[in-house]
């Protein structure tokens, strides 16, 4: 009898331990989630996550408060050994996260010889690109890290880098013919990205065989610029892009009333407009789709982990619904940015309705050095409505 009771609890364990997934198997099926880049750690931020249901958050942890120079790095100039004070409070977030049944992808904002911009006195730091040591110093970083991290149930990705852009640091500003050929001189060099993200995978692997990996491309994850990705022999790889739309067109203090969607976006720059349609919109993510279909890289390893559109401008609603009407048909995964930002900018923050702006208590509470978040006149309105939709469980 003890023998059977024996077996029994064997053979369960056994089926148990075969029927969990692993981490890859998340990303099996399509995932909608929302970026989180706050400068503080607030809890109440993950149960309103869970009450809006977000399947995971992208956390971008830079602008948290930091015992040293740079959030977990410690020192950008010279990495050495994670930051113990930081690296607690990102596992307090990670484990606010798991308690509200919010799954995470990590991403990085600075790495070694790559401060972030707007910590590094509005300049972009190209080190990173220019000089191989600190290739192998953010290598390091994300051994460490991963090493740390790999078994926390809330983590189901590692974003190692987000927006790289050693284009821009050599000159460039589109996936242009003078860019074709600068590609082509630049192979296994420090501004070979994709080098680079071969590298990281590698680094990552020796310490974490499980937890995916989410690599962003050229041109700041520009989807036009994925015919320049290269893939990485992992089958727990996902490929990233970002914003398809014109910046000038979604960013209020560039747009400044002058373009909207559908019916007025720029052809260039400061060009003429044109009326675009939610297919025109898609072939500007043509290049991910011959990305995927060159490479055969299958739906669910593609990921718009950022796209947004400010929603004091002009056809907010109408780019928002598109994109992810688009995202929804190829079963792509994505992500909005963001929900709930902490601070100042609110434009993103697509619970305030498009024309709110905040009141003089806001604004006093600012000044005082007091809690603002209180004060943000979050509603219903229907912009946030496209988005909410999407969360409801079926």
């Not at 990085?108 to 990173?128: E, F, I, T």
């Not at 947004?308 to 598109?322: I, P, V």
């Not at 992500?335 to 100042?344: D, E, H, P, V």
């Not at 809690?371 to 509603?379: I, M, S």
């Given at each position: 009898?003890i023998?059977?009771?024996?077996?029994?609890v064997?053979f369960?364990s056994?089926s148990?331990?075969i029927?969990?997934p692993t981490k890859?198997d998340f990303?099996?099926t399509?995932?909608?989630?929302?970026n989180q880049q706050?400068?503080q750690?607030?809890p109440?931020?993950?149960?309103a996550?869970r009450e809006?249901g977000?399947d995971?958050?992208?956390?971008l942890?830079?602008?948290?408060?930091?015992?040293?120079?740079?959030?977990l790095?410690?020192n950008?100039?010279?990495?050495e050994?994670?930051?113990?004070?930081?690296l607690?409070?990102l596992?307090k977030?990670?484990?606010?996260?798991?308690r509200?049944?919010?799954?995470?992808?990590?991403?990085?904002?600075?790495?070694?010889?790559?401060?972030?911009?707007?910590l590094n006195?509005?300049?972009?730091d190209?080190?990173?690109w220019?000089?191989?040591k600190?290739?192998?110093?953010?290598?390091?970083f994300?051994?460490?890290?991963?090493?740390r991290?790999?078994?926390?149930?809330?983590?189901?990705?590692?974003?190692?880098l987000?927006e790289?852009h050693?284009?821009?640091?050599?000159?460039f500003?589109?996936?242009?013919e003078?860019?074709?050929q600068w590609?082509?001189?630049?192979?296994?060099?420090?501004a070979?990205?994709?080098q680079f993200n071969?590298?990281?995978?590698?680094?990552?692997r020796?310490?974490?065989?499980?937890?995916?990996?989410?690599?962003?491309?050229w041109?700041?994850?520009?989807?036009r610029?994925?015919?320049y990705?290269?893939?990485?022999?992992?089958d727990?790889?996902?490929?990233?892009?970002?914003?398809?739309?014109?910046?000038q067109?979604?960013?209020?203090?560039?747009?400044?009333?002058?373009y909207a969607?559908?019916?007025?976006v720029?052809k260039?720059?400061?060009?003429p407009?044109?009326?675009?349609?939610?297919?025109r919109?898609?072939q500007q993510?043509?290049?991910?789709?011959?990305f995927?279909?060159?490479?055969?890289?299958p739906?669910?390893?593609?990921?718009?982990?950022e796209?947004?559109?400010d929603?004091?401008l002009?056809?907010?609603?109408?780019?928002?619904?598109?994109?992810i009407?688009?995202?929804?048909?190829?079963?792509?995964h994505?992500?909005f940015?963001?929900?709930?930002?902490?601070g100042?900018?609110?434009?993103l923050?697509?619970e305030?309705?498009?024309?709110?702006?905040?009141g003089w208590?806001y604004?006093?509470?600012?000044?005082?050095?007091?809690?603002?978040?209180?004060l943000k006149?979050?509603?219903?309105?229907?912009?946030?409505?496209i988005?909410?939709?999407?969360?409801?469980?079926k």
């Amino acid at each position: 009898m003890i023998f059977r009771i024996l077996l029994s609890v064997a053979f369960l364990s056994a089926s148990s331990a075969i029927a969990d997934p692993t981490k890859i198997d998340f990303w099996n099926t399509q995932r909608k989630g929302a970026n989180q880049q706050n400068a503080q750690h607030r809890p109440e931020w993950y149960v309103a996550a869970r009450e809006l249901g977000l399947d995971y958050v992208r956390i971008l942890p830079d602008a948290l408060p930091a015992e040293g120079r740079d959030f977990l790095i410690g020192n950008a100039d010279n990495f050495e050994t994670i930051n113990e004070t930081d690296l607690s409070l990102l596992i307090k977030a990670l484990d606010e996260a798991e308690r509200n049944r919010i799954k995470v992808v990590l991403t990085m904002v600075s790495l070694p010889g790559a401060r972030w911009k707007q910590l590094n006195n509005d300049r972009d730091d190209a080190r990173l690109w220019k000089d191989k040591k600190y290739h192998l110093q953010a290598f390091e970083f994300w051994r460490q890290l991963a090493a740390r991290l790999k078994t926390h149930p809330a983590i189901v990705a590692y974003n190692p880098l987000n927006e790289p852009h050693p284009d821009k640091a050599f000159g460039f500003d589109a996936p242009d013919e003078k860019f074709a050929q600068w590609f082509k001189r630049i192979q296994n060099t420090p501004a070979d990205l994709n080098q680079f993200n071969r590298e990281m995978v590698k680094a990552i692997r020796s310490v974490d065989p499980d937890t995916p990996i989410i690599l962003d491309g050229w041109f700041y994850a520009s989807p036009r610029a994925f015919e320049y990705n290269r893939p990485v022999d992992d089958d727990k790889v996902l490929y990233a892009f970002h914003n398809p739309g014109p910046w000038q067109m979604v960013t209020y203090r560039v747009n400044q009333g002058r373009y909207a969607y559908p019916d007025r976006v720029p052809k260039s720059w400061n060009g003429p407009t044109e009326s675009w349609t939610i297919d025109r919109l898609a072939q500007q993510m043509h290049a991910v789709q011959q990305f995927s279909e060159q490479y055969n890289i299958p739906a669910h390893r593609i990921i718009a982990s950022e796209f947004w559109y400010d929603r004091r401008l002009e056809g907010a609603a109408a780019y928002m619904a598109d994109l992810i009407e688009i995202y929804n048909q190829r079963n792509w995964h994505w992500a909005f940015y963001a929900f709930r930002g902490t601070g100042t900018w609110t434009g993103l923050d697509y619970e305030i309705p498009p024309g709110q702006k905040m009141g003089w208590r806001y604004w006093q509470a600012i000044e005082q050095g007091k809690d603002p978040e209180p004060l943000k006149p979050r509603g219903p309105n229907p912009l946030w409505e496209i988005l909410q939709r999407q969360f409801e469980r079926k």
